[in-house]
């Protein structure tokens, strides 16, 4: 078994930064993630860069976490790549 199964450890480990916490969230998230920023951006090569994107925010940005606040993490990191799609979807469909 995995320890990071358990949420809590994972969320604690990511908060400390270690790498092998992020490579397993990037591993088991990540295209779960891309299929919903491919949905907004409607381009493989618009997605993967989102992606690349969000999880770096997600890095950067893991310790404003809070589970206690009712979200799941995955919530969470969906909450950040949507955002990110829809400014990339907004940038490539601006009317100038």
Same mark, same amino acid.
């Given at each position: ?11 604690? /480990?990511?908060? =400390?930064?270690? %790498?092998?916490?992020? *490579? ?5 998230y ?5 299929? @919903?920023?491919?949905?907004?951006v409607?381009?493989?090569?618009d ?9 770096? /925010?997600?890095? =950067?940005s893991? %310790?404003?976490?809070d *589970? ?11 909450? @950040?790549s ?5 400014d ?9």
């Amino acid at each position: 078994m995995n320890q990071y199964n358990d949420m809590n450890v994972l969320i604690s /480990s990511l908060q =400390k930064k270690e %790498e092998k916490a992020f *490579a397993y969230l990037y591993d088991h998230y990540s295209a779960a993630l891309y299929g @919903i920023i491919l949905k907004v951006v409607n381009d493989e090569d618009d997605a993967a860069d989102v992606l690349q994107d969000a999880f770096v /925010s997600i890095w =950067k940005s893991i %310790e404003s976490y809070d *589970a206690g606040r009712g979200g799941s993490l995955f919530t969470w990191m969906l909450n @950040i790549s949507r955002n990110k799609a829809i400014d990339r979807y907004r940038q490539k469909n601006r009317v100038v």
